[in-house]
């Protein structure tokens, strides 16, 4: 597929999708690789956004310049979002016991702390990631497990077996250190990409997951 066969499918997709508003988002392709600039209202249409540029086949990596800007809307004070973010937190079933901490400086959230699965560390981020007045997200929250880590690659290769999304015959496993998962290969599309993440995710005692994964 030739770049500007691509740029179009993406333009396609964006018109194609109600939940952002694409006025303002430039897309440049160059050998496959997408870059997205311009700026929209809220940092849930800039994840919209990202969402939909991965569902175009032929995308294999995304470089992301998009600013959020609230012109509709006054500027609400770090406190007020730090404020609202430790309530959604608490009221969270997931994460309300964790010892999360939030930090805001300028819209910007920064999640730490430490919990024992990744899944927690994604609900965390989940829960702050629609409030109003946010601009970007880094999530600094660390992954102890609790549990010892054993035969993780063994188990990991079964989970993707059990996924029929997933062609596991392309992909390569390895584990630093008993619980740091290194990911390699390639993979169709980044839905593919994302259930093998979740899966490595997914191994008792695993801390960390290094992604490698190429999408072709």
Not at 142 to 171: C, F, M, S, T
């Amino acid at each position: 597929m030739s770049d500007k066969q691509l740029r179009q499918d993406i333009l396609d997709e964006f018109e194609f999708d109600p939940s952002f508003n694409a006025a303002h988002i430039g897309v440049v392709v160059d050998k496959n690789v997408v870059s997205l600039t311009g700026h929209v209202e809220s940092y849930a249409e800039k994840l919209a956004v990202l969402a939909a540029a991965r569902r175009v086949k032929g995308v294999q990596a995304i470089a992301d310049e998009i600013e959020v800007r609230f012109p509709n809307q006054p500027k609400t004070a770090d406190d007020q979002i730090a404020k609202r973010a430790t309530d959604i937190l608490k009221w969270n079933s997931v994460v309300s016991t964790l010892p999360i901490e939030v930090v805001v400086h300028n819209g910007w959230i920064t999640l730490s702390g430490r919990v024992n699965w990744y899944f927690e560390k994604r609900a965390a981020e989940n829960c702050v990631r629609k409030l109003s007045g946010v601009r970007a997200i880094t999530n600094s929250i660390i992954v102890k497990p609790q549990v010892n880590a054993a035969n993780v690659k063994e188990k990991i290769e079964a989970a993707l077996k059990r996924h029929a999304e997933v062609e596991a015959n392309g992909i390569r496993i390895s584990v630093k250190g008993g619980d740091h998962v290194v990911l390699e290969g390639k993979v169709g599309n980044w839905d593919e990409r994302r259930a093998v993440e979740n899966a490595a995710w997914s191994a008792p005692g695993v801390a960390a997951v290094d992604d490698r994964l190429s999408i072709g």
